[in-house]
Every structure is written in C-alpha cells, then in structure tokens.
Nanobody, 126 residues
Framework: QVRLVESGGGPVQTGGSLRLSCSRS????????MAWFRQAPGKEREGVAS????????FYADSVKGRFTTSHDDAKNTVYLQMSSLKPEDTATYYC???????????????????WGQGTQVTVSS
C-alpha cells in the first residue's frame, strides 16, 4: 500500500519561510518523480515543483522559481519543499504526489502522478 504523508504546513507571515516534508512508503518503482502541487480556495490544483529521485533533476512552476526549492533524501524516502519569500498568493493546501519517471518525464501534469498525499495547509498572512 502506497502512503504519502505531508507535514510542515502552518501559518506564516509574508516574506517568511516554511519547509514541507513528504514521506513515502510502499511504492515499488525506484525511478520516480516526487512532486508538489497546491490548491487554493476556489482555484484548480496546480503543479509547483517536482524532482527525479535518482538524477535529482528539478522542475518548477514559473510562479515559484527562485523562491521554492525541492530536494529528496533517498535514505528517508522523503521529499522536501523549502519555501522562501512567501506571498499571500502562496496560501493553499499543498499536496505531494509520486509517479513513475517514464510517465512523468519532468512534467507537472497531475494525471501523470499515481498517488497523492492528504495535503498540508499553508497560510501566508500579509
């Protein structure tokens, strides 16, 4: 059984930082992308960042480039999203997801990802 568990969300002021974590268990494939998506109230879920866990290749949405960094700890099967210079428009529920690298190929299309976590809320106040 695949399980993804996010943590690290919470309230933060504009300009602040947060680090989200997502631990993964039960996923059989070894060449995978782990990604972060977010969904703000009344908006569609959008891709934020992804990382290939073998090569370390990273991909980011334009809206977070230069502010967010994703990384992966192989030993812990955990992916991180370091968020800096946070803005009120970053307020959302953040989800992590995992997908087979052959299907994902660096994309942030949601349909390419097979399993999802329950999400963690990030609220940025002005």
């Amino acid at each position: 059984q695949v399980r993804l568990v996010e943590s690290g969300g919470g309230p933060v002021q504009t300009g602040g930082s947060l680090r989200l974590s997502c631990s993964r268990s039960g996923y059989a494939f070894t060449s995978v992308y782990m990604a972060w998506f977010r969904q703000a109230p009344g908006k569609e879920r959008e891709g934020v960042a992804s990382i290939h866990t073998k090569s370390g290749s990273e991909f980011y949405a334009d809206s977070v480039k230069g502010r967010f960094t994703t990384s992966h700890d192989d030993a812990k099967n955990t992916v991180y999203l370091q968020m800096s210079s946070l803005k009120p428009e970053d307020t959302a529920t953040y989800y992590c997801a995992v997908g087979d690298a052959l299907l994902v190929r660096g994309s942030l299309d949601q349909w390419r990802f097979s399993y999802w976590g329950q999400g963690t809320q990030v609220t940025v106040s002005s």
